[in-house]
């Protein structure tokens, strides 16, 4: 049975840091690109930061460049989002993803969600 649980948020000041993690099981985790999302009140759902199976490229939208880090350790079937310098338009629901394609045969995708962890910046 897959499992992804996310932790580490909470309530922070304008200008502090936390640092969320992704623990998961039940599926090959080295098989899989990891994203974090996030959802705001009244707001859509956007793709936070991406990294792919083994490490070696990250991606991150522009409002959080510079200020957040993606990471994985495959030996312990966990991602990790490093947030410093938080701003209050951080505030949201921040989910963990897991995202895996099969281009063999029939192309398949599959796809992992947490239940997401709270963060909020206060202002």
């Known amino acids: 049975q897959v499992q992804i649980v996310e932790s580490g948020g909470g309530l922070v000041q304008p200008g502090g840091s936390l640092r969320l993690s992704c623990t998961t099981s039940?599926?090959?985790?080295?098989?899989?690109?990891m994203r974090w999302y996030r959802q705001a009140p009244g707001k859509e759902r956007e793709l936070v930061a991406s990294?792919?199976?083994?490490?070696?490229?990250?991606n991150y939208t522009d409002s959080v460049k510079g200020r957040f880090t993606i990471s994985r350790d495959n030996y312990k079937n966990t991602v990790y989002l490093q947030m410093n310098s938080l701003k209050p338009e951080d505030t949201a629901v921040y989910f963990c993803?897991?995202?895996?394609?099969?281009?063999?045969?029939?192309?398949?995708?599959?796809?992992?969600w947490g239940q997401g962890t709270q963060v909020t910046v206060s202002s």
């Open positions: 993803n897991a995202h895996g394609e099969r281009r063999w045969g029939s192309f398949r995708e599959y796809d992992y």
């Open positions: 990294i792919t199976r083994f490490g070696a490229s990250t």
């Open positions: 039940g599926f090959q985790f080295s098989s899989y690109a």
